[in-house]
Structures are given as C-alpha cells and as structure tokens.
C-alpha cells in the first residue's frame, strides 16, 4: 500500500468509477494486514528509520517482541539489524503484551513506532481513496471488531476507528456475534466505542452459518435482536449509521424493511454456492 505506484493506479481506477457510473460511494473490503509478521522487510525498516526515528535498539527489540510472539528464530545482518532467521530463538515479552506496558523502554518504544506505521499505512491508503473519491461519494471500510477497543489489535491490523473517523462516513464492524461466540449485545458495544473515538459505524450482523461447525449459528432471534438494537441505538447516536446484513457464500439473500419505530420486517433466504435458493 505504501508503493507509490499502487495508490496512484487505485486513485486512477476510483476517479473512473466515479466519473462514468454513478454510485453512491467506495466500500474497502479486506483494508488490513492479515497477520503480524507481514511487512517487516528491508523497505520498512529504512521507513521506520527516516519517518519515525526508530533507533537500532527499538527496532532489534521489537522485531525480537514480534518472532517470540508468532514463534519465529531471528538472525543478525551485516547492519546489525534483526532479520528472520534461524540463528536465534526469541523469548521474551511478546509484541501484544509490550504494547500494554512489558518489556524494555526500547521494545516499548520500538512496538508503538511499528504499530503507528501499520495503522498510518493503512489509513493513508484511505485517505487517497477518500481524496480521489471526492466529497459527494460515500466512503466506507470493514474493519476488524477487535481493533475497536483494542491497541495490540488495532496495531495488527493497521486499523484504528480513531485514525479513520475524520477519513470515512462510517466503518462497517465486522461484528460477528456468533463467529466470536459473544452476545447480541456485542455489535452495539463495538459501535459505542467507536462513537467514543468520533468515528461513524455501520453494524455488521451475521447472517451467515458460522465456518466453525462448534460455532453457534445466527438465527432469526439474534439476527432481529441485533439489528432492532441498532434501530433503537442510532435514534440516540448519531454516529451510528444503520446495520448491514454480512451475507456469505451460503446466503443467496438478506433484507429488512422498517415498517414503524417498533417493527422490523426481515427476510434471509439460504442458497448454496451456485445460487440456487
């Protein structure tokens, strides 16, 4: 995200979408890192240097912080820098929990330098999706439910409501209640503390058979429990925009219609992965 020529291919494709179709906005799916240990390479490290002055002894005490985390060896370059390798074993403070205080002043200092240049990476290519979008558009992204409230996962992900909330109409929460195992109540929890931040959300409700089969699946209880909490909760915070049912492959369809401030009509039709219904 951070290679000059991608944003501008991107920005080229937006004003295009925007300037011969007309669309209402740009939803980002998947705007995330998908793991801790993407984006540690040679290219990052001379960012981290000549962008937040991170010193070899942060950066080494980091990286060290990551590999015990994930269970990675790490060996040292001719620079002196810690790389992936196999000539040492990490132990430890691990990344999350250096994030939350543990550890030495230099992996304290050399983790939240990282962490801010995951989310600044992630929120930057935002900001030029946004920028090449134009004012009139609507512009939204996923993000991850646990970066709601969480700096180890917001850090993770490179997803921060707070970095976002001056960028985006809203965040889509991918608030799936019976994949986490959590309670109806959960997705709204999620949203209010993106509010906290200054930051709009729309409420993702799962709608779709948990991949997990020792998972609870949705069912129409949860599903209108969580999406009339929405309805009751947005007449109180304007920043929570409204719910979107997250459908899958296995759904061929999934609506709701609000018939008064008390009632929600809402269909889900199950379909198979060709379609069929």
């Known amino acids: ?13 937006i004003k295009e979408l925007v300037e011969n179709y007309d669309i209402a906005g740009i939803h980002l799916d998947t705007i995330r890192y998908g793991a801790l240990y993407y984006d540690w390479g040679a290219d990052t490290r001379r960012e981290l240097i000549n962008r937040y002055g ?9 990286v060290k912080a990551m590999c015990a985390s994930i269970g990675y060896g790490y060996s040292i370059n001719s620079e002196g820098y810690y790389v992936y390798g196999s000539s040492y074993s990490a ?37 030029m999706v946004r920028k090449a979008a134009g004012d009139d558009m609507i512009v939204s992204c996923a993000i991850m439910p646990e970066t709601c409230n969480n700096a180890y996962e917001a850090a993770l992900y490179g ?35 993106c509010s ?33 909490n929405t309805r009751k909760a947005m007449q109180t915070d304007p920043l929570i925009k409204g719910y979107a049912f997250f459908r899958g492959s296995y759904l061929a369809l999934a609506s709701a219609k609000i018939v008064d401030s008390n009632t929600l009509d809402f269909s889900v039709i199950p379909g198979d992965d060709a379609g069929s219904t």
């Open 1 to 13: 995200l951070r290679d000059s020529g991608y944003p501008a291919y991107t920005a080229a494709l």
């Open 159 to 193: 997803q921060s409501p707070a970095a976002l909330a001056d960028i985006v109409d809203y965040v889509a929460i991918m608030s799936y209640s019976s994949e986490y195992t959590s309670s109806t109540a959960w997705p709204l929890q999620l949203a209010a503390a």
């Open 196 to 228: 906290k931040v200054g930051c709009g959300s729309l409420v993702g409700i799962q709608v779709y058979p948990s991949e997990d089969s020792s998972d609870p699946d949705p069912n129409g209880k949860t599903i209108y429990e969580e999406a009339y």
């Open 54 to 62: 991170i010193t070899k002894a942060e950066y080494n005490a980091a």
């Open 91 to 127: 132990s430890g403070a691990e990344f999350g929990s250096v994030i939350f205080g543990s550890g030495s002043v230099d992996a304290q200092n050399g983790v939240k330098k990282m962490a801010q240049l995951r989310i600044d990476t992630v929120t930057e290519f935002v900001d």
